[in-house]
């Protein structure tokens, strides 16, 4: 009969049992799932990190916006437009990112009495009839703000909505374009050929601040409605505003007449192009959203196009980032009586 030392050195020498095949393929099935959901932790984490740096950084630029018309007893505005190259203004810089730009009225209004520039890009259809527009021009000394690749900002698009969906306007968005076309980069400076069956539309917002400080709809020393010339046909004219980027006195519409014709005055609303100073719609609040999240859950290829909507339905671009708008993103409210502005809630 063996002695118990015996039996006890036989146990030590036995091989010790393997994971099977299975367990294995369990263990390595179980790493993975983990691996994934780390990996869209981190990647919402990232998501939520710049989307919220965005905002901040909108928030800081509207109250020094504000800050800047209480202290110059000025009309002050922030709005937003698709970053240029560093080479060109004519060229967007790659990747597009959205520029914040604070501007100040120069108290000169545009008009079609105005006198072009010589020479001028414009012809005799600058600001046919019924158009007057108010000049801004960028503050001195106060830098352009650049958001992170993929965040646009958005207004509510009042102009989308038909008569039977009144109490909507503020479910239909507008945001920044998005550019496509050639670039030239063997000339001096670089030049940009716009492709408008590939461009996504775009319209300019902006928010005002009067000299003390509120947030304002309109500038109130311009008047609401002009009757124009000639008399009966066209009698209410726009009063907008533009930033004046170039310096030359006007709005520039760019190099394309795609949307008006011959009544090219729909072509300063849209903005389509680099060069474009578009006319500005002000906004009571704002909304900071990911694009590129936008991008991912619905079809995007079919935000191409000059396609503007018809009997005032709004275009798929605008349709499908209204979505999603109203589910992910953060909201930018002003106080009514301070124009303090500060993150809200949807």
């Known amino acids: 009969m063996p002695s118990a030392r015996t039996s006890s050195s036989a146990r030590r020498l036995a091989p010790a049992r393997a994971f099977t095949l299975l367990e294995l393929l369990v263990v390595m099935g179980i790493m993975m799932i983990l691996a994934v959901l780390t990996a ?20 800081a630029s509207l109250g020094s916006a504000r800050a800047i ?17 560093r080479q060109s203004r004519a060229v967007p810089r790659e990747p597009q990112v959205v520029q914040i730009v604070t501007a100040r009225w120069t ?27 108010d000049r801004f021009v960028p503050v ?40 496509a076309g050639t670039t030239n980069m063997a000339v001096t400076p670089p030049t940009f050929t716009p492709d408008l069956a590939r461009t996504e539309l775009g319209w300019a917002i902006g928010v005002l601040f009067g000299p003390d400080g509120r947030v304002l709809s309109r500038n109130p020393q311009q008047v609401l409605e002009v009757e124009t010339s000639p008399p009966g046909t066209n009698p209410n004219a726009y009063v907008k505003a533009f930033v004046d980027y170039d310096g030359n006195g006007f709005p520039e519409r760019g190099t394309t007449s ?11 609303f849209i903005y389509d192009e680099p060069r474009d100073e578009p006319l ?26 000059t396609a503007i909507g018809s009997n005032g339905s ?9 979505l999603f708008i109203e589910e992910q993103s953060d909201r930018i409210t002003f106080n009514r009586y301070t124009g303090v502005p500060g993150i809200g809630t949807k």
């Open 69 to 85: 018309a209480i202290r110059d007893n000025a009309y002050v505005m922030v709005t937003f437009r698709v970053a240029p190259s």
């Open 258 to 268: 795609a949307y008006g014709g011959a009544a090219v005055n729909v072509d300063y």
């Open 314 to 322: 709004p275009p798929p671009r605008i349709r499908d980032q209204s």
């Open 107 to 133: 108290g000169e209004v545009v008009t079609t009495n105005t006198p072009l520039p010589t020479p001028n890009t414009y012809g005799a259809e600058l600001m046919v009839d019924d158009v007057f527009a």
């Open 40 to 59: 869209i932790s981190v990647g919402k984490v990232t998501r939520d990190a710049k989307l919220a740096n965005a905002t901040n950084g909108v928030v």
């Open 280 to 305: 500005v719609d002000y906004v009571p609040y704002l909304a900071v959203f990911n694009d590129a999240e936008a991008r991912d859950r619905f079809n995007s290829s079919a935000w191409k196009g």
């Open 140 to 179: 001195p000394g106060v830098p352009t703000r650049d958001l992170p690749a993929g965040v646009l900002i958005a207004g509510p698009a009042f102009g989308f909505v038909r008569d039977d969906s009144v109490g909507q306007n503020d479910r239909q968005w507008r945001t920044q374009p998005r550019f």
